[in-house]
């Protein structure tokens, strides 16, 4: 690695600062924040807090709903992660067995990417609404009376099938990019090793492809677990009743909701602590990792 | 016994381009036949079609009886060793080896055999539970190579193996490629552009041209007699001076006016012809009578010979003669023998 030498101590610092400060007043102020108040029981109605030690982390590890919902979201991340990389990595080998070479394509295809994620989200409330719902209508003449928002595992399924329709173009433009920066010559030596199209992709393309999919696998899961809130609000519409949430959703339910900060802030530093263990597995396993080249 | 039989076999690429013209040949049980041509000319093609990685777009190719058009690459019981090597990144060298072999459902402890009788010959030993990136260029090569001796194929085809190696492992390459070709008795199809590994290893040589097989013969044909000013200019280093000139229709070649020189037979055509005559064919002259008078420029030293670049008749020439301590004048004189002129259509340079 290079190492920069500044002659001025100060520039290096400065450099740093506004970054730091972001970091500081947007993550660690609030992070801190959230670890004291779960320490406190708070008063519904904001009149000063009592001292409740570990009794907000207690109460979670005893409740039966927290251990649903944490089921749920086990669940519902494996799900999201499974199909939307399972869906992503089968269209981008049809789609690279079709594209060898035509970058134009390619980046045609880069625009869905663009304009999915947004719309998606929205586009999933409408087809997936009880009277006007188009997907609802399509269940029907299987005679599956689909209730989003009323039964349990239809609001699940709705879930899971917006989350991972949002999440399948991203997976694909990396795989994709990564069947693509195959050498040609190494599938055309496989080819003349191996007779079997399914042995060829499980023996050679798939683990020159494991750095991407790996890389895919954390950022899926961190996708399923954090950043579907906004799926799961759209589609409950902030009125979980008996619909399944997740546990970032549960955090936001029990603290503006149920006005319980203290145990709502307990949550949200478990959930800190479960980043902190998936950021050290990435990095732990990222290094270890074998670079092909 | 691997005989490689062409017959009309001709590539058009989707795209429309006709990259290799119908082609006929047969390649005999253990030969090495190279394939030689300049960037573009459809060697690869040729060989790829041969491997089955691209489709023959007309014509039958066949593989000792078996007609192989429509046979997986697989299936044909050949072995390839390309440019890049293409190693597979992620499997060890001995893997790399077997992998072939695997697939093919043979027992693992006849692999391993077979994997470590092929490493003790290319001096792998060693190296079996290294991944190709921590390999050498030299031993990369070495694992292709190994890759394609563990099939015990009918046939090798290689793709300019040995041109990412530095001039001096190519050559010792080049030695063990023809000798473990000649030992395995395998029939062998070898594309190079370096003519020194198309003259030192071929038992015959395809020299290809825009898509077409301009000629095939033993090295000493093809150097010796060359069908066209194409094969005579693009095989040999320097290349054969071709002067313009003109027959009368009797045994001399008139180069100008007052230059004739004499032919080893009558030819009947009268009429402009382009003179071929390699560099290494001429003699200086030290005195006497006759000769041709040659106009010199510069002197290029290469060790064992020298290049002696200038003007005959008018017309840029070459002459290579063998190193010794000499001074030259502006002028010298020069020796062509009878036997060393060569003479070629002057429209489309088929030899006369
Ligand atoms: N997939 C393809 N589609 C269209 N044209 C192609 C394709 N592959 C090769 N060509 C063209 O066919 C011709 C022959 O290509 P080929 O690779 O056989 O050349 P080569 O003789 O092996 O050259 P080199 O010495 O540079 O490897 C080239 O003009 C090339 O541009
Ligand atoms: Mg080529």
Redesign the interface.
Known sequence: MKRAVFSNPWLPIMLLVPQLFIIAVFFYWPAGFAIQSSFYLQDPFGFGSTYVGLENYTDLAQSAEYKRVAWFTLLYTFAVTFFSLAIALLLAVKADNVLRGAKTYRTLLMWVYAIAPPVAGLMGVMLFDQSRGNITKLFETFGWEFRLGVDYWDTATAMIIVAVWKQVPVNFIFFLSGLQSIPRTVREAALIDNRSATGRFWDVIFPLLAPTAFFLLIINITYALFDTFGVIDTLVKAEPGNNPVTLVYKVFIDGFRGNDLGGSSAQSVVLMVLVLILTIVQFRLMERRIHYT | MARVTLEDVRKVYPNGFEAVYPCSFTVNHGELIVLVGPSGCGKSTLLRMV???ESITEGEMSIGDRVVNDV????RN???V???Y?????MTVANNMG??LK?RGMAKAEIEQKVNDAAKMLNLSDYLER?P?QLSGGQRQRVAMG?AIVREPDLFLFDEPLSNLDAKLRNQMRIEIRSLQRRLDTTALYVTHDQVEAMTMADRIFVMNAGRIEQIGTPSEIYHHPQSTFVASFMGAPPMNLLPARTTGNTHVELADDLALPLVSHVDYAGPVQLGIRPEDVRLKDGGDGGTPFKLDIVEELGATRLLHGQLAGHAFTVAIPHEERSFDDTLTLDLPQDALHLFDHETGRRL
Request: a neutral charge; proline letters at 8%; hydrophobic letters at 40%.
């Open positions: 491997a089955g990685l997986d690459p697989a299936d050949i072995a390839m390309f440019q890049n293409a190693l597979y990144p992620h992998y072939g697939n991944r990136s890759r």
